[in-house]
């Protein structure tokens, strides 16, 4: 049985009406990888006119342009980086307002303290000269221009200067 006209032009009309919808669901695509392309940049580029060329590489190749701005696109968004950026600040403040410590019982000591006088700790060498502390790399004591001898500062170990009480020694 041969096919008419109308089954002919049924059956074209399926296909174009085919090749039309998938022609429409591929520019649909490339439009939304382009608008992808341009929201991901404003949140990743912070100069205007490098999300303007990102969004036009993302329009003028298409499929091929958000592929390529993948590769090439900052690692974090703008949001991270500032955010990242706070707590270093926050962090370094709070190291910079840090108060000295001793390291053996945690009591707040000045820099002045030679021991520590909640658990006798030695925390620096005093001069031989002038009694005053000295740090850990000095030479010479600043104040007196006496020698440091080289060696140790604490000794082997942090112990505490005394030995401390217990119950059953105060009786």
Do not use: N
């Amino acid at each position: 049985m041969p096919l008419s006209d109308t089954h002919l032009v049924i059956a074209v009309t399926g296909w174009a009406a085919a090749r039309d919808a998938g022609l429409l669901v591929a520019g649909v695509f490339w439009l939304a990888t382009a608008f992808w392309v341009f929201k991901d940049a404003r949140r990743r580029i912070e100069t205007p006119w490098l999300v303007g060329l990102a969004t036009v590489l993302g329009l003028a190749v298409p499929f091929l342009g958000p592929i390529v701005y993948l590769f090439f696109r900052p690692p974090e968004y703008l949001e991270d980086v500032r955010e990242r950026e706070l707590e270093i600040r926050a962090i370094e403040e709070r190291l910079r307002l840090r108060s000295l410590e001793c390291p053996v019982c945690r009591a707040v000591v000045e820099s002045t303290f030679v021991v520590c006088p909640i658990c006798t700790t030695r925390l620096k060498q005093a001069c031989s000269g002038c009694g005053a502390p000295l740090e850990a790399i000095w030479q010479a004591c600043p104040y007196c221009a006496t020698p440091v001898p080289s060696g140790p500062m604490f000794g082997d170990s942090i112990e505490p200067l005394r030995p401390r009480r217990t119950v059953a020694s105060d009786q």
